[in-house]
């Protein structure tokens, strides 16, 4: 089939829209968990929020693997090379479980180190509420990581919708956890904890039964267990999805040294970063749904050695995501009181909260999609080392150093960190772009 004509606007929207719920149901957990866990208090919202910061650091090798096999499965796909693309769902498989297995292990051995490492003393509240909701959350690695391989290998087939109802039911399962656990049982951050966990176990179940039956689609994972290791194919879900761990393992470090800074000033501005961090999660919804058609796309494009439609497809997305980023961010900075309002928060991190949300609805409306969106058609191609490059050099040099700057040597406090995160996002965009126009990630080989 002629790559050109592969995906009219009603495939487009038949892709997208699930995309993009389920982004939203994703983004649900997190929020009925910071909500419902701000009625204990705001030493528990602060223990979750900076649990939840190391925990995204420490499955970022699940969304790394899931990420290459997309990109690897989608261009064999694109190809026409179904027997291929199979065996690589498999081997993305073994990978995902294997990493995910040893990753809850060393956590569950060194959660208490991890924690003292990286956030020094802090208050004994939430001390107590961080290591409570860290080993039990931690118990959910296997589960994420099989849940997100699953997905990833339905979306490669164009499958969007099969994921997103997968999500909604987790969704509810786990909202209706927290109301059992935290509300009627009153176990506070583990019964927050535990909602997620038995959510995840659930949505790992549940994608391995369906990519096992027969109505699966062109990708199977029928006969999983009599099909052996094959190194070559790890190898080059490997080359992609390595590069893209080690952009967001280092993004995230340089996110726990800014998380950090803000609890120097203490737990009105962990609390206020906290609930910033997840309104302003929303916001990317979509965006991250855009970003997903985007990997999805063009490199199934690229596998067909289609880059003109690669490159037809990346602009559409982007004017999309662009002006639907536009109408989130306004209406967040419409809706910016009572939103705040919902959290339990003291007057000066209400204060704090809404300072941080104007800063970071701006730059997001500038720069996000240039940021993160349009870098998954770089790793869609292959260029993931310059992704990788570019972040890591962006985070630490332009968000950590500002920030750093900004908080002591101008004294604007937490604010500082938004600020940064502002001038990250504008250099890193015109980075990502100068990149795409000229080039060089045509040059680039997966399979």
């Known amino acids: 089939m002629d790559g050109s004509l592969r995906w009219t606007n009603q495939e487009l ?22 909500v419902m866990v701000s009625t204990v208090g705001e030493a528990a919202v602060s223990g979750v929020s900076l649990v939840d910061a190391i925990n995204v650091l420490l499955v970022i090798a699940f969304g790394a693997l899931a990420t290459g096999g997309s990109v690897v499965v989608s261009q064999y796909i694109g190809r026409k090379d179904l027997p291929n693309a199979r065996n690589a769902s498999k081997q993305l498989m073994y ?34 509420a961080a290591r409570t909701y860290f080993w039990i959350s931690a118990l959910g690695y296997p589960f994420l990581a099989v849940y997100n391989a699953g997905a990833s290998l339905f979306r490669s087939m164009g499958n969007s919708r099969t994921p997103m109802l997968v999500a909604l039911l987790v969704n509810g399962l786990n909202i209706g956890g927290n109301a059992l656990f935290i509300v009627e049982f009153h176990l506070g951050v583990a019964g927050a904890a ?17 990519l096992r039956s027969r109505n699966s689609g062109p990708i199977s994972l029928r006969g999983l267990r009599k099909t052996p290791l094959d190194p070559a194919m790890i190898r080059r879900i490997l080359n992609i999805g390595i590069p893209s761990g080690l952009e967001s393992s280092l993004f995230q470090i340089g996110k726990l040294f800014v998380a950090r800074l803000v609890s120097t000033f203490g737990t009105p501005s962990i609390a206020a970063n906290a609930i910033t961090s997840t309104i302003g999660s929303c916001i990317y919804m979509p965006g991250q749904g855009f970003g997903m058609a985007i990997l999805i796309i063009v490199g199934q494009c690229v596998g067909a050695r289609d880059y003109m439609g690669a490159k037809r497809y990346t602009k559409k997305l982007l004017y999309v995501t662009y002006g639907t980023l536009l109408l989130m961010n306004a209406l967040i900075v419409v809706c910016m009181e009572p939103l705040v309002r919902c959290f339990n928060l003291s007057p000066e991190a209400k204060e704090l909260a809404k300072g941080f949300l104007l800063v970071h609805c701006v730059s997001s409306s500038l720069a996000w999609p240039l940021s993160f969106a349009l870098p998954n058609a770089l790793r869609a191609a292959g260029d993931a080392r310059y992704c990788m490059l570019l972040a890591s050099i962006s985070m630490f040099t332009v968000r950590l150093s500002l920030s750093y700057l900004l908080a002591f040597g101008l004294g604007l406090g937490a604010m500082s960190v938004w600020l940064g995160m502002a001038g990250d996002f504008l250099v890193r965009g015109t980075a990502y772009t100068w990149r795409w126009i000229h080039g060089r990630w045509q040059t680039k080989t997966v399979i």
């Open 95 to 128: 990978a995902s479980l294997g990493v995910s297995v040893v990753i809850m292990g060393l956590t569950l051995c060194c959660y208490r180190l991890l924690l003292r490492l990286i956030y020094g003393n802090i208050a004994v509240d939430v001390a107590d």
């Open 13 to 34: 929207f038949r892709l997208l829209w699930p995309l993009i719920l389920e982004q939203s149901f994703n983004v649900t957990i997190g929020i009925a968990d910071t």
């Open 194 to 210: 535990l909602a997620t966990l038995i959510s995840r176990a659930f949505a790992a179940v549940t994608v391995m039964v369906l």
